[in-house]
């Protein structure tokens, strides 16, 4: 499967960005997808992701409550909706997809199949 990330931008502290990522290729449904994310001079952290129907979702705590996570198995696309932005947010920000079952290993980017090229997203105080 191909993934494309978009939506990415600069935006001020307090705002709100929406990404997307489309995928192409085998059957989007039949996979987990996350959201993970790299600031410069870190390492990958994971952010969120999305079970296969879109009932479950799970977050990294940093963006709990401010970041939600959905997607639409008819349009092949997930997105990331992110509110009330912070500095620390600043990051490119990859979409990834799973074809593990259960959920313990969400946060394990290893677990993940395949990734789309990233997005920059930069929050600026």
């Known amino acids: 499967v191909q993934l494309q990330a978009s939506g990415g931008g600069l935006v001020q502290v307090g705002g709100s960005l929406r990404l997307s990522c489309a995928a192409s290729?085998?059957?989007?449904?039949?996979?987990?997808m996350g959201w993970f994310r790299q600031a410069p001079g870190k390492e990958r952290e994971f952010v969120a992701a999305i079970s296969r129907s879109g009932l479950s979702t799970y977050y990294a705590d940093s963006v709990k409550g401010r970041f939600t996570i959905s997607r639409d198995n008819a349009k092949n696309t997930v997105y990331l909706q992110m509110n009330s932005l912070k500095a620390e947010d600043t990051a490119v920000y990859y979409c990834?997809?799973?074809?593990?079952?259960?959920?313990?290993?969400?946060?394990?980017?290893?677990?993940?199949?395949?990734w789309g090229q990233g997005t920059q997203v930069t929050v600026s105080s």
């Open positions: 290729g085998r059957t989007f449904s039949s996979y987990v």
């Open positions: 990834a997809a799973a074809s593990l079952y259960g959920s313990n290993w969400y946060p394990q980017g290893a677990s993940y199949d395949y």
